[in-house]
């Protein structure tokens, strides 16, 4: 749940917008990016959010619809266009953006424009903090968990901070902090949980911060380093794999998009059995969602750069 958006990638990377002689147009917007990984990996996934009905909004829809994701929850209006994100992208792959989100479609979303009996059939509902900056996308997106919650599903919240979209660095920690307290698993960077917990030097203290908040799995991811994993009763860090990085556009949904569906496939999609997961268990799927964050890199553009079940499976030296 959440927003789909149209990013603009630089035609030559290592360049800043003013000196970036052309953009390329690419389907973005991490919740969007998690549905079409799911999708891409062979799980089952559903989007709701709202398209403007604009060539945007409607090119957005195509894609999710081309990538099998299922779409009849989204919402189409013409009351505010697609929002666009500008993406710079230096030598080493890593980004900075520039929005443009006021208005645009996907904060105009509802409680009441969100079909209870959707959430209903899903394992998880999985959101971002981008659609909390706002009213009313922010009272919709905190009805839909809560009757996810209700519902016995598990809620699963990526951080994904924008800073440059938030009013204050303060407001942000303390809605950040408001939805960790509703969610069940957690992704995070490395920087983003350091600025929520305020703490930088432990990996281990601020990730049990977070479980204190009420989660049950909370996942650092740290770049090409891998990522770094706790629970109430385990702790471990899983290497990634070494690839030559274009783009890191995407990486972290991509890592999303494969924890959840290894968790739904193992059956760990019950709020009540997370936190038992075994410590084997737990550095297969993540050893499985790091090489699915790593290939992302290879290529530019979030969506269009989300790897295959197969190209995982070839990477982890399987067959399927």
Not at 55 to 75: H, I, M, P, S, Y
Not at 181 to 186: D, G, N, Q, S, T
Request: proline share 4%.
């Amino acid at each position: 749940m959440g927003e789909a958006l149209i990013d603009f990638i630089p035609t030559t990377p290592g360049k800043g917008l003013a000196d970036t002689p052309a953009f390329e147009k690419r389907p973005g917007g991490a919740p969007a990016n998690v549905a079409v990984g799911i999708a891409r990996l062979g799980g089952s996934s559903g989007f709701i959010g709202k398209f403007a009905d604009d060539e945007f909004g409607r090119f957005l829809l195509k894609t999710l619809e081309e990538n099998q994701v299922d779409t009849q929850a989204v919402v189409i209006t013409q009351e505010a266009p697609t929002g666009l994100a500008f993406v710079t992208l230096k030598d080493n792959g890593e980004r900075e953006f520039i929005f443009y989100r006021r208005p645009c479609a996907d904060i105009l979303l509802t409680a009441d424009e969100i079909a209870v009996s959707y959430i209903e059939q899903a394992k998880v509902l999985h959101f971002g903090t981008v659609s909390l900056i706002t009213e009313p996308g922010r009272s919709a997106t905190y009805h839909a968990v809560r009757q996810a919650r209700q519902a016995g599903k598990i809620i699963s919240l990526d951080v994904n901070l924008r800073e440059a979209l938030w009013p204050s660095l303060a407001a942000a920690r303390q809605e950040i902090r408001t939805a960790l307290r509703l969610a069940h698993i957690v992704k995070v960077s490395g920087e983003e949980l350091a600025f929520i917990t305020e703490n930088n030097e432990s990996l281990e203290e601020a990730a049990k911060q977070i479980l204190e908040l009420g989660s049950d799995l909370v996942l650092v991811t740290l770049g090409a380093a891998g990522c770094y994993v706790q629970t109430k009763h385990l702790a471990t860090a899983v290497k990634s794999i070494a690839v030559h990085s274009v783009d890191t556009t995407g990486a972290g949904d991509a890592f999303t998009a494969a924890v959840l569906t290894r968790l739904v496939e193992a059956g760990l999609h019950d709020p009540g059995r997370i936190h038992n997961i075994s410590l084997s268990t737990l550095e297969e799927i993540c050893t499985f969602a790091n090489i699915a964050g790593a290939l992302t890199c290879t290529r530019k553009g979030a969506i269009p750069a989300l790897p295959t079940r197969k190209e995982i499976a070839e990477r982890m030296g399987l067959a399927e």
